[in-house]
């Protein structure tokens, strides 16, 4: 039945249970601490007054009299009455009252054991005697030397009048705890209703549901989203996030610059809202950056990613297809007026002047007229630079490879992703009739792949920057499309335990050399394959 209730509901009938409690508790223990104070009052009292009575030189010499009650009672029913207790009794070594509220007891042995005040201690203790029972304080009577106990007195206040003092500090003390149950009950209504209305009004079960719906959605959209809250703590990554940033849920609660990469942290911190194309280790990703808010207050930022690996290759081997379609073409175009001459040499009767015009034509139309080096025996790097050499030779660079370089299967796309992009940079930065040189060489220890041009170089103070994601020495046609084959080829390098750098080469141009290890065991080829 209690589950039945709403959520709102049952926060309340819980707190008003605690509450409850909580003040019976705290009631039942001002009580009794009230009880005791008002008891130790008494006692107090009557200590004071039974061992003024015990003192009183008028008592102690009424002992001597012949009749010492006469003398003695008037001053126990004095004291009593200025003192506010209920009796006090004085006896002699026997136990024969002296004193008594009750005149028709006097000289009459006590109802009760005197034999701890005759033995020369005081007595505190509940009693039952002729006048009910009583709360009460025994002391010894001694003599004029001190030495001898001579009688007791006795001083007492009934139960009765305990109980109705501590009654007529109850309704204070009741009033108090239902001002503070009617504050609590009023305190956890308002807390039941601002609880329900911060979790919008919603219940256990619909709020359930909604967390499994965003887990759903998050971890099976295609996009990677990663929340940061307003310390800059990773707050939420999605499997897709988890994936192209390479991390785990350990990631979560750790500073967002501590795990993204330089440039996401600046999307982040910036909250332009703009898509930006950035690195992350060896991907390329689309990128946005928005600011959350809840109720027009931001509670951090939302950070979309969008791999666009996969269309950078295919963009790449558009790109060198259609250069080789081009070539094709124009070396067909150059094959068909061959043919054209020499069928018009035919037909003039020029039969020498053809075979002589077909010897100077040499190849004849091959892709490509040389040989590559034979030491190239990774097929995806020879058919790169076979292709690059027909690019080069069409737009008249001249692409030089050494015939020396040795490059054999790694098992990984590796250089070709870095022979693919540091030829493209050269094959943009000489223009017509430059030259471009490639040399590759493996010893026990790694692969070292050097391209050098003749162009006009990089400036001494840009060839630590360009290697940095983002940065180009060329104007970009669309925002944020350059900048990245240096930096991958870079990284590249770098998780193969090698390095990357740029030096002016002997003609005054550009050499990058990149450097890299054998395979490691656990490698993972990230690279983008460039055609």
Known sequence: MFRSLSLRAQLFVL?????????LVAGSVAISMQEQQIRDAYEGRMVGVARSVAQLPSIVEAFDDANPSQTIQPIAELIAQSTGVTYVVVTDHRGIRYSHPNHSLIGQM????????????????RQTGTLGESWRVKVPIYDRSGATVIGTASVGTLESTLRKDLNDDLPVLLAWLIAAALVGSAGAIYISRLVWRRIYQLEPEEIAALLETRDAMLHGIGEGVVAV?????IALLNDEAKRLLDVSDAALGRPA????EPGLAAMLAANGGADETVLAGERV????ANAATVDSRRVGSVLILRDRTELHQLLQDLDGARDVTQALRAQAHEFSNKMHVISGLLELGRTQQAVDFISRSGHGGSVVAGELAPGITDPDAASLLMAKTTICDEKGIQLVIDPASVLAPDGTTDPVT?????????????????TIAVSITEEADGCTITVADDGPGIPPEERERIFEPGFSSKEA???GSRGFGLALVSRVAARRGGSARVTASASGGAEFTVSFSPTPSNARPQGIPVP
């Open 15 to 23: 707190q008003l249970f605690i509450l409850l409690v909580v003040v």
């Open 418 to 434: 870095v022979l693919g992009n540091l030829v493209d940079n050269a094959m943009e930065a000489v223009g017509p009739h430059g």
């Open 229 to 233: 809250d307003d310390r800059g703590r």
């Open 285 to 288: 990703l689309l990128a946005r």
């Open 257 to 260: 610059t501590t795990i993204l």
């Open 477 to 479: 046609a669309l925002p």
């Open 110 to 125: 006590v109802s009760t054991d005197p034999s701890i005040p005759l033995s020369g201690e005081t007595y505190i203790g």
